[in-house]
C-alpha cells in the first residue's frame, strides 16, 4: 500500500487549483468593474496627475505603539489622467519609494475649498479599501 502522492499528483492538483483560482479572480475583477467599486487587484506603483478642490482633510491617529498617522482628503476631483471625476478620498503617507517622509508637512500645507495638483501613486478601490497616495502637491487656485 502506498502512502501520499505522486510527483505527477501533485502537480495536477496544483494546476486545477490554480485553474480555479485564475477563473474567480477573473470574475471578482469583473464584478467589482462593474459596480463601481474598483477592483480588489490594485497597482501601488500606478501614477497618476489629479487636480483637485479640498473638501475636507483630516487626521486618523495610528494605533498605539505604532508612530505616525494617517492623513487623508476628501476632495472633488476636476482633472484627472485616468479621467476620474467627482469626489475621491486620498491619502498622504510617508513613502520610502518616492523618498518622501514628510506627510505631516504635506497635510499641513492643505486648507479646504483651495485647489491644488497633485502627482499620486496608487490606485483606489473601495473593495479593497485602497486609497490613491497624493506623493507632491502644488497650490494653484484659491476658494471662488
Not at 492538483?13 to 459596480?35: D, E, K, N, P, Q
Request: proline fraction near 2%.
Amino acid at each position: 500500500m502506498r502512502k501520499g502522492f505522486t510527483l505527477i499528483e501533485l502537480l495536477v492538483a496544483i494546476a486545477i487549483l490554480g485553474v480555479v483560482v485564475f477563473v474567480a479572480g477573473g470574475a471578482m475583477f469583473r464584478s467589482c468593474a462593474a459596480t463601481g467599486q474598483g477592483s480588489i487587484l490594485v497597482n501601488p506603483f500606478h501614477e497618476s496627475t489629479v487636480v483637485f478642490k479640498v473638501v475636507k482633510s483630516y487626521a486618523i491617529a495610528a494605533p498605539e505603539g505604532v508612530a505616525g498617522s494617517v492623513y487623508r482628503v476628501f476632495a472633488q476631483v476636476l482633472q484627472d489622467t485616468d479621467g476620474n471625476l467627482g469626489e475621491e478620498t486620498f491619502e498622504i503617507r510617508d513613502s520610502w519609494l518616492d523618498g518622501k517622509m514628510m506627510s505631516a508637512d504635506l497635510f499641513g500645507k492643505l486648507q479646504d475649498q483651495h485647489t491644488y495638483r497633485a502627482n499620486c501613486r496608487g490606485e483606489r478601490s473601495g473593495v479593497a479599501s485602497s486609497f490613491r497616495g497624493i506623493v507632491s502637491l502644488e497650490h494653484i487656485a484659491e476658494p471662488e
